[in-house]
């Protein structure tokens, strides 16, 4: 998403996904770091994308850690590692709906940089 057709500027940092993959009931620690320096008046998203449906967002303005009102974030924590810009997406007993594409983001005035993004698979979600 090189350019979005809206008032918003999309730019990517990475160009690739990474995978992460743990077993079904395993903790995972996903990984966003950013310049401070570069996005020092932003605001951090984290959202998620099941396959075949749009991104929706669980966490934004990660200083304040505000969970999106329709996202059950019982077994997420998100916290900022250090000041470097740093912050960490865990979630605990994972379970198959949390099988997804995770993207990090970090808002500006007009415009959205999309920083990283983990494609999480669990083991044992899979038929042979």
Not at 12 to 33: A, K
């Amino acid at each position: 998403m090189k350019n979005c057709r809206d008032v918003t500027k999309c730019n990517n940092v990475q160009r690739h996904i990474q995978v992460q993959g743990v077993q079904i009931g395993d903790p995972v620690t996903l990984y966003c770091v950013f310049s401070n320096q570069v996005y020092n008046e932003g605001n951090m998203f984290w959202f998620k994308q099941i396959t075949g449906e749009i991104p929706q967002v669980n966490v934004c303005n990660a200083s304040l850690f505000s969970w999106h009102k329709n996202f059950n974030h019982s077994r997420f924590n998100v916290e900022k590692a250090d000041a470097d810009g740093m912050y960490r997406l865990a979630i605990t007993n994972t379970d198959p709906t949390d099988e997804a594409v995770y993207y990090c983001a970090v808002r500006t005035a007009y415009e959205v940089n999309f920083i990283n993004g983990t494609l999480l698979l669990l083991k044992g979600n899979h038929s042979a």
